[in-house]
């Protein structure tokens, strides 16, 4: 058996982790969508109420 049979992961390979900044970027964007998309959803459930 070779010792190749594990599989290889990004850092393995030399193409590192992703950057910090982009990782805080995403992870921003998440919480400020799922803020906005909560608050539409507010919106329209308390504008349907009669």
Do not use: C, D, I, N
């Not at 290889?8 to 992870?27: A, D, I, N, Q, W």
């Amino acid at each position: 058996m070779s010792e190749k049979s594990a599989p290889t992961t990004g850092e393995e390979r030399g193409e590192g982790k992703f950057p910090k900044g982009l990782v805080l970027r995403l992870f921003a964007y998440l919480v400020a969508g799922h803020l906005f998309a909560g608050f539409l959803y507010l919106l329209f459930v308390l504008g349907g109420q009669k």
